[in-house]
């Protein structure tokens, strides 16, 4: 089935873009939850992200997270893009692969645990490569079980958004 872009359709996903755009920019004012691992957030703009690969499909999810890290970065400056696509690039290929081969099977909140997790390895990774320091990996456990809270967080607000928003909101 080929999906059209009506303006309806680009609509939404604009306001769905500038919905993320402002969650993820209020959290990056928000001081690090994990003082040893200050690139690690709760990732509440990929509730955005999970909305959209549910409601729109996967191929304008991966142009909404690209749109949103490159939007993100003109008002948080390029210090930090690596970090931020890193860990959106890993958690989209995550969400919408798990959603897509098991999609009645596997929950949201799984989903976005998965995603969560992905994420906060990719941004470790990331920083161990930038600032060329291997121990950063000692960090994960930590990293990682932050993650699955976050995820759950998330998925449990993604999944509360598809129940309870209107079907002309969801259905496109």
Wanted: with cysteine; aromatic share 12%.
């Amino acid at each position: 089935m080929k999906r059209h872009f009506t303006t309806k359709r680009l609509a939404a996903l604009g306001v769905l873009l500038a919905a993320a755009s402002i969650t993820f920019l209020i959290e990056s004012l928000v001081p690090p939850l994990l003082p040893f691992a200050p690139y690690v957030k709760i990732g509440l703009a990929n509730c955005f992200l999970l909305l959209v690969i549910v409601c729109f499909g996967a191929g304008d999810a991966f142009l909404f997270l690209i749109a949103k890290n490159i939007l993100t970065a003109l008002f948080t400056g390029w210090f930090a893009f690596m970090l931020n696509l890193a860990g959106s690039l890993c958690a989209y290929l995550a969400m919408a692969g798990l959603y897509a081969a098991f999609s009645p099977k596997v929950g949201l909140i799984s989903v976005s645990i998965a995603g969560a997790v992905v994420s906060n390895i990719a941004r470790t990774a990331v920083a161990v490569l930038w600032l060329e320091a291997p121990s950063l990996f000692v960090q994960l456990p930590f990293v990682c079980g932050f993650g699955i809270a976050a995820g759950a967080l998330v998925g449990i607000l993604t999944t509360l958004c598809i129940k309870y928003l209107p079907e002309r909101l969801t259905n496109f």
